[in-house]
């Protein structure tokens, strides 16, 4: 009774003290942090900061829309409070300036947290890591994805383009086509046939593994991907372990990748060692692929550090480049000169060629204009990176503070009004460089820095030949008009809910 009655005596100097203490880190980090409050910032929870409005954002698949909606009504420049301030900045030359200056001179960092949500897919990956680690395996893929290392498997890239092409002519006349699952099946087949050398045709035997079933994977991609996103943004790694929906789902996923993968891993390490065995079981489209490629000539990768990065490529080189073609397709559709001069451009091309070379690709600019337009206004890969200042810094007069982070919002940056005037017209023709006395605009949607975009090249190669393809046979229209192009959420990256639906009419040449 007594050691009860003295126990309040007993806590209460501790209890003030950890009360004082946490009040002094509170006003120390206000202290800190004092420099960003005088921006713009949206309401905050008198605890939480902005959490809450973040993860309901994320849990309604829209965290790229509140950082837009913040830009709209803030400004260029607003922080969020997340128990840290989070600068976001919304003009592209700043963007871009900054990340290129602020990396290269170790001032901005990748924060811990994205870099762990990356490694947590399935292991160690190119994107989430920095440094030498980052450095080899980035060395190691650069010339397979280089400009003139994609145009090697530019008759690939064609045959998958061509496959589209025939599944869109079988389809019944007068019914809706939804475009995306199509285009997440084009751009899947092509990246799993460059990586893995799968053939781009179902129907043609792969004896190095099982064949590539389409849904499941992408299923299985996106419980991977979603998760990342809520990693990013707060939830602890260790939830994976809980006996959860979620966790179930994520260690099926995994497995489901794993199984995939494993047959051909494991060959393209025995090729490695030059086993004729190996050698024997490996088709030319295998050997020629650029799984056996780096395999063969990066000693730093095992089976352990190939089967993530695999996973890496073929997640990066899916849903971007089909959701990119869908918002092409939708824009196209809602602007019948673009879409006319488009077609005229390609039908040109066609009638001296017969059919598309890489000498004949070059006269596709205007095409290359549709997709820069479209990542301008659909920027797919919004919000999949966030940096940290290392030490004080100035960020176009702010100082930022070592331990703030920074962050952009890639809808605000596409709508500009300095860098792209007119921001709202869809006018591929600002992308056309050739005989122009100004520069060319700035474009951050494949990424700034060290970082930027791996698959940039691909992705413009496969989403130009698409286009081409269907400008050539086909005019369309949008069964849900402008709302396809408006009713929009995020798995990791911005996709049209509808999935693009369109009705299709066959061109007589
Ligand atoms: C329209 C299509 C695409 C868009 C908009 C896009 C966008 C981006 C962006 C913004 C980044 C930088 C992320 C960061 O700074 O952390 C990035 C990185 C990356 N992208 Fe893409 N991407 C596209 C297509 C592809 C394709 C087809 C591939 C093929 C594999 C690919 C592979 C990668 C890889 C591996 C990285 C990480 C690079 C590194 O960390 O060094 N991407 N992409």
């Known amino acids: 009774m007594t050691q009860l009655l003295g126990a309040p005596l007993y806590w209460l100097p501790l209890g003030l003290g950890a009360i004082a203490l946490l009040g002094w ?26 959490i809450p409005q973040l993860l309901g954002a994320v849990k309604n698949r829209q965290l790229f829309q509140i950082l837009f909606d913040w830009s709209k009504e803030l400004g260029p420049k607003y922080v969020y409070w997340v128990g840290y ?205 650029m799984l056996v490629k780096i395999a063969a000539k990066e000693p730093h990768y095992s089976r352990a550090t190939l089967l993530p990065e695999i996973v890496e490529m073929l997640i990066a080189g899916t849903d971007t480049t089909a959701h990119t073609l ?41 095409l290359q204009g549709v997709v820069k337009e479209t990542l301008r206004l659909y920027s797919v890969a919004s919000g999949t990176t966030s940096l940290q200042a290392t030490r004080d810094m100035v960020v176009d007069d702010v100082k930022l503070p070592a331990g703030a982070r920074l962050f952009w919002s890639t809808l605000g940056a596409g709508r500009d009004p300095e860098a792209y005037p ?27 820095g060290p970082h930027r975009c791996l698959g940039e090249h691909l992705a413009m190669l496969e989403s130009t030949l698409m286009l081409a393809q269907l400008l050539r046979h086909f005019d369309w229209e949008l069964v849900n008009g402008r709302s396809s192009v408006e009713n929009l959420k995020q798995n990791l990256l911005i996709y049209p809910v509808d999935r693009m639906p369109v009705y299709l009419q066959r061109r007589s040449h």
């Open 326 to 366: 869908s918002f092409a397709v939708g824009e196209l559709a809602l602007n019948p000169s673009v879409f006319q001069k488009a077609q005229a451009t390609v039908d040109r091309v066609f009638d001296h060629h017969d059919a598309i070379t890489l000498a004949s690709f070059k006269e596709l600019s205007y």
């Open 85 to 289: 301030p989070v600068l976001v900045l919304s003009q592209p030359k700043l963007i871009d300036s900054t990340i290129v200056q602020g990396t290269r001179d170790g001032s901005l960092v990748r924060t811990g947290q994205s870099q762990r949500a990356w490694n947590d897919l399935m292991g160690p990956i190119m994107i989430g890591q920095d440094g030498p680690e980052w450095q080899w395996r980035r060395k190691a893929w650069n010339p397979e994805f280089s400009s003139s290392g994609v145009s090697h498997y530019m008759t690939l890239v064609d045959q998958a383009c061509q496959q589209t092409l025939a599944q869109l002519q079988a389809a019944p006349p007068g019914e809706p086509v939804p475009m995306d699952p199509l285009f997440v099946e084009l751009t899947m087949r092509v990246i799993a046939a460059l990586v893995l050398g799968i053939p781009i045709d179902p129907s043609q035997p792969s004896s190095e593994g099982p064949p590539l079933e389409i849904e499941p994977t992408y299923n299985a991609m996106a419980v991977l991907t979603y998760r990342f996103l809520r990693m990013a943004v707060g939830e602890k790694a260790w939830r994976k372990y809980l006996p959860t929906q979620a966790s179930k789902d994520y260690w099926a996923a995994r497995r489901y990748l794993e199984n995939c993968l494993r047959s051909r891993l494991d060959l393209a390490l025995e090729l490695r060692y030059g086993d004729p065995a190996a050698l024997e079981k490996a088709s030319p489209l295998f050997q020629q692929s």
């Open 25 to 50: 880190q509170r006003w120390a980090k206000q202290q800190r942090f004092k420099s960003l409050r005088s921006l713009p910032s949206p309401p905050q929870h008198w605890l939480l900061g902005n």
């Open 422 to 448: 007119q921001p709202d017209k869809f006018w591929p023709d600002r992308w056309l460089t050739e005989d122009r006395q100004t520069p060319a605009p700035p474009m951050i949607d494949f990424g700034s």
